[in-house]
T-cell receptor
Framework: AQKITQTQPGMFVQEKEAVTLDCTYD???????LFWYKQPSSGEMIFLIY??????QNATEGRYSLNFQKARKSANLVISASQLGDSAMYFC???????????????FGSGTRLSIRP | NAGVMQNPRHLVRRRGQEARLRCSPM?????VYWYRQLPEEGLKFMVY????????ESGMPKERFSAEFPKEGPSILRIQQVVRGDSAAYFC???????????FGPGTRLTVL
């Protein structure tokens, strides 16, 4: 069965430092997608970055990069040069690609609350 | 290009009442998904719909909950005879294809008194 694990319930980081949020996953499907979403205190879910299981290179979007280690089944999010506005909950998520309807389900981890100190 | 719209943003109901949550997908998106988030938890998948069809409702409670996505108008998540345990944030997401990235609405926060 699919599973997403985020082992860091909370993190404190100094402004301008880089931060790595951990995520490990478990799936038996060779084809899957990995996502990171940000949820600020206002509550909305903001899509950050996506990595496909067959993508050769790690995904990057501005200050966000995904450290994808397929053999270890990890998909850590790296935020470079953290800013005060990065304070939020961060969710790692996964979708399997097998089957039409199962591709619809995104499984979320329990989240990491990131707090940036000025 | 407007994002996913959800209304109301906040909904208060007394036990036993009905709650109706609306979701308008992004323009060009015909796939809609509903998720529920309990306090301090991640989102849990409830149901996946395309226009006039429920594709996957494996995450929906068997009783009191129903969803639709009519040919015209928004998708509706309906909760009958609400109980305190239904208090949560309900998120809608949409995508163009079922394998595309899902974009989320701002959520509806349901409080059952």
């Amino acid at each position: 069965a699919q599973k997403i694990t985020q082992t860091q319930p909370g993190m404190f980081v100094q402004e301008k430092e880089a931060v790595t949020l951990d995520c490990t996953y478990d799936t038996s499907d060779p084809s899957y997608g990995l996502f990171w979403y940000k949820q600020p205190s206002s509550g909305e879910m903001i899509f950050l970055i996506y990595q496909g299981s067959y993508d050769q290179q790690n995904a990057t979007e501005g200050r966000y990069s995904l450290n994808f280690q397929k053999a270890r089944k990890s998909a850590n999010l790296v935020i470079s040069a953290s800013q005060l506005g990065d304070s939020a909950m961060y969710f790692c998520a996964m979708r399997e690609a097998a089957g039409y309807s199962s591709a619809s389900k995104i499984i979320f981890g329990s989240g990491t609350r990131l707090s940036i100190r000025p | 290009n407007a994002g996913v719209m959800q209304n109301p943003r906040h909904l208060v109901r007394r036990r036993g009442q009905e709650a109706r949550l609306r979701c308008s997908p992004m323009k060009g998106h015909s796939h809609v998904y509903w998720y529920r988030q309990l306090p301090e938890e991640g989102l849990k998948f409830m149901v996946y719909l395309q226009k006039e069809n429920i594709i996957d409702e494996s995450g929906m409670p068997k009783e009191r909950f129903s969803a639709e996505f009519p040919k015209e108008g928004p998708s509706i998540l309906r909760i009958q005879q609400v109980v305190r345990g239904d208090s949560a944030a309900y998120f809608c997401a949409s995508s163009r294809q079922n394998t595309d990235t899902q974009y989320f609405g701002p959520g509806t926060r349901l409080t059952v008194l």
